[in-house]
């Protein structure tokens, strides 16, 4: 089991920053992968950018590619999600997640351990 604690989102104005983490316990040594996913209201979960957490290998969404970092503290188990020239749209509650098991790091499916969420507001 493991177990994940996202902090850091909030209120910021476009064009803004914001750094999200994501503290890991429980059985971190198993973890496989963690990522970012987010969910607008009204739309559905999307995901955002992933790592593999031995390699480090990341993967990120179009959408957010050049301006989203995805980093992560293997010391600390503590995932980090560094978030530059924000826009309005990226306006969302943001999801920790992990996964034990072997698959795609871009799949929401293959996740079986979330976060409980941190809310991302950017203002126009």
């Known amino acids: 089991q493991v177990m994940l604690v996202e902090s850091g989102g909030g209120l910021v104005q476009a064009g803004g920053s914001l750094r999200l983490s994501c503290a890991a316990s429980?059985?971190?040594?198993?973890?496989?992968?963690m990522g970012w996913f987010r969910q607008a209201p009204g739309k559905e979960r999307e995901f955002v950018a992933a790592?593999?957490?031995?390699?480090?290998?990341?993967y990120y969404a179009d959408s957010v590619k050049g301006r989203f970092a995805i980093s992560r503290n293997n010391a600390k188990n503590t995932l980090y999600l560094q978030m530059n020239s924000l826009k309005p749209e990226d306006t969302a509650v943001y999801y920790c997640?992990?996964?034990?098991?072997?698959?795609?790091?871009?799949?929401?499916?293959?996740?079986?351990?979330w976060g409980q969420g941190t809310q991302v507001t950017i203002s126009s």
């Open positions: 997640a992990a996964r034990d098991v072997s698959g795609s790091s871009i799949t929401e499916r293959s996740y079986n351990y």
């Open positions: 790592i593999r957490w031995s390699v480090g290998s990341t």
């Open positions: 429980g059985r971190t040594f198993k973890m496989y992968a």
